[in-house]
């Protein structure tokens, strides 16, 4: 692994969170208007400005909506080193329009989101060099569809394949949705949990899982 690689994963300094190893996979677990979603795409993007290959895998927005997600959040995302697995779009297979776009059926077709994923996580490591963030939204979405020992497997599955090649991993969840042994559970395939909550107004944040990170709420 080159010096680059062995470089922590950064985030923006607004966000309470220090650097992560490469090879990490990252849990982040709040409720829907929490601020967790921001915070799991700013994971993600936050890589934008340094140059590094951005994947996201959606299950509850299309591909384009996400894709506008992102760009507000960066102030404009790198059109060539990004790749999106669309699991609500109504066409099968790569958008002809843009190839860094692939669609699959629906959420429930996990082997078609790992093929998906696997093919576009390659181009993007290629075009991106040896840094890919990858983000997964939602997994709730995904157990409504399969049986939750399914989905283990498919989260223990993406998440070696990202902790193979160095890179970044962060998979969102709802745990108001979840009971909390599901939620639990999946996070053993992680290496840490960031729980995200509302209080009063200011989006707080906790991690699980990493030293020198906020075991208390933290405010930001």
Known sequence: MSQRARKPYRFGDDLPLHGVDPGTNLLVAGPAMSGARE?????????NDLGEG???????????KLL?????????MSRSRFGIVDCVGNQ?????????????????????IGIEFSGLYGSVHRNGGERVRAGLYSLSTLLMYSEFRTVS????????????????GVFLIDPATQD?????????????RVDV?????TTELRV?????????????
């Open 39 to 47: 915070v799991a795409l700013r994971l993600v993007t936050d890589g």
């Open 54 to 64: 951005m994947m996201f895998v959606t299950t509850n927005k299309t591909g384009e």
């Open 68 to 76: 506008a997600q992102c760009d507000h959040l960066c102030g404009g």
């Open 92 to 112: 099968h297979g790569r958008d002809g329009d843009d190839e860094n776009i692939a669609t699959v059926s629906s959420p429930s077709d996990l082997t078609g």
């Open 153 to 168: 497997r498919f989260v223990h599955t993406i998440g070696g394949r990202i902790d193979a090649a160095d890179g970044l």
């Open 180 to 192: 909390e042994r599901v939620v639990s559970t999946i996070a053993q395939f992680c290496d840490a």
């Open 197 to 201: 909550r509302d209080e009063d107004g």
């Open 208 to 220: 699980r899982g990493l030293d020198d990170h906020p075991r208390e709420w933290v405010g930001f």
